[in-house]
């Protein structure tokens, strides 16, 4: 962590002789946020596809001062977005130095830190938390307790001679810990309904409530969480007290377009080999055509993470065939997208009765997905020569241990294949592994369209008359 600069204060006196006063966290945010809006900065880096829905109305119920629910789907985004909530809190906000909770040096709200603050007065020592410290992520689990998210009496203090209704032999939890910053839970659905009600108090109240007796702590937390509707409804619920504590609840969603999800596999994956952007179109198709799909179990969804390890699935393909051939750089071609079904085919929930037919099904929607981005890539364009060479005996071959220059090789120099090429997103002078992941494209999009013919074994297909 960067330290904090020295030249801020270091006392109470100090503090408050800089103009440093207290100020809520939703005040923070709120100040922050317009401040943010009114420069033209972007508040969401990193977020995609949410620009003119979910944002808006993220940035309402932030101004608002409400605590917020965001439902949708696996894979959506939910906990990146609430992620990008420190970048709205001062970089350093100045706590009291020892404390074991953040309090403001002007504002403690602990009996120990009163004590010391009434001691010590202006010389009560003060330390500097970075703005991402002052985020705390909880994944909700079954068997969270009361003392993990409020706290519970420390047996080792009261050995120390406290008695047990001293406030002091508090351990606090995660929420009191987290005070003057945000709370955020994840899968809310599934904590268990007595820990849910935990939570009521800290909500409106601001107090929490600890082995029967009430300790009166005025926590300044935002509370932010996620939850699947699936689980919202089914597995778990979210109890009725505590869905009315949330100012707002908002609706996120898979990104509309396909480049949105295009923009979200290159913000997210880690390609080991270059793909270019007609294949990452040919994936965003395959997973909007798989969650368009009546096999697939919509309930379920079908996660932005899927075509992000689809992407990563792909690269890794390319990157082995490279290996083999000693081709350079490596690229991906139309032929790595076979392995796409059989590694990513677990990460899909289909519906009763499509047993046994998985593979299938995946393979039918990749082959429809690049179809259509090969009608979007090459409408217009005549690709009758391309048909003749290999109906005139040019067959090509390709495969995992085929390189892109033999690719190339197989046919005879057409003027049509430049144009494919820059349809594709390559030119002429281009490496011939980008040139020949143009020409497999509109190769295969020949044999889709029942042009040309496709002849496969273990290691090699052939594209014929």
């Not at 966290?25 to 401040?35: M, R």
């Not at 009725?240 to 609840?249: I, M, N, S, V, Y």
Request: charge should be negative.
């Amino acid at each position: 962590m960067t330290p904090a600069p020295e030249n801020l204060p270091r006392t109470a006196g100090e503090l408050r002789a800089a103009g440093y006063l207290p100020r809520g966290i939703k005040t923070e945010i709120h100040d922050n946020l317009l401040a943010a809006l009114r420069e033209g900065r972007n508040p969401w880096p990193g977020i995609v596809g949410f620009d003119r829905t979910v944002l808006p109305q993220f940035e309402r119920a932030l101004l608002a001062g409400h605590d917020v629910v965001l439902l949708g789907e696996r894979g959506q985004g939910k906990t990146r977005l609430l992620r990008t909530l420190a970048g709205l809190l001062d970089e350093w906000t100045p706590v009291i130095e020892g404390s074991e909770l953040a309090e403001h040096p002007l504002e403690p709200i602990t009996p120990a830190s009163r004590r010391r603050a009434a001691e010590l007065g202006d010389d009560l020592p003060v330390t500097w938390l970075h703005r991402d410290q002052r985020y705390t992520e909880k994944l909700a689990t079954p068997d969270t307790s009361v003392g993990d998210l409020i706290g519970d009496v420390d047996p080792v203090k009261v050995a120390e001679g406290r008695s047990l209704g001293d406030p002091e032999t508090i351990h606090f939890g995660l929420v009191p810990r987290a005070h003057r910053g945000i709370v955020a839970i994840n899968e809310l659905p599934d904590l268990a309904e007595r820990i849910q009600v935990a939570l009521l108090n800290v909500m409106e109240e601001r107090d929490i409530q600890i082995r029967g007796y009430t300790l009166r702590l005025p926590l300044d937390v935002l509370l932010v969480a996620t939850a699947n509707p699936e689980d919202y409804t089914n597995r778990g619920r979210i109890i009725t007290p505590l869905k009315d504590r949330f100012g707002a609840e908002i609706r996120t969603h898979y990104p509309l377009t396909v480049a949105a999800e295009v923009d979200v596999v290159r913000q997210e994956a880690n390609l080991v080999a270059e793909v270019g952007e007609p294949l990452l179109e040919v994936l965003a198709r395959f997973v909007r055509n798989l969650r368009e799909s009546t096999v697939v179990d919509q309930r379920s969804g079908v996660s932005a993470r899927f075509a992000v390890a689809a992407a990563e699935t792909v690269a890794a393909a390319a990157l082995r065939r490279a290996a083999l051939t000693g081709e350079h750089p490596a690229v991906a071609r139309p032929v790595d997208l076979e392995a796409v079904p059989a590694v990513l085919r677990g990460k899909i929930e289909f519906e009763p009765g499509e047993e046994g037919r998985e593979t299938e099904h995946l393979v039918h929607l990749l082959r429809r997905a690049v179809a259509e981005t090969a009608r979007e890539r090459f409408g217009g364009l005549n690709l009758r020569p391309l048909v003749e060479a290999v109906s005139n005996g040019h067959l090509v071959a390709t495969g995992e241990r085929v390189p892109g220059a033999d690719l190339l090789a197989a046919l005879p120099e057409l003027p049509v294949l430049h144009e494919v090429a820059e349809r594709a997103g390559a030119s002429a002078t281009d490496e011939p592994g980008r040139i020949a992941a143009a020409v497999e494209l509109a190769l295969e999009s020949l044999y889709l369209a029942r042009q040309l013919a496709k002849d496969s074994d273990d290691a090699t297909t052939v594209y014929g008359p």
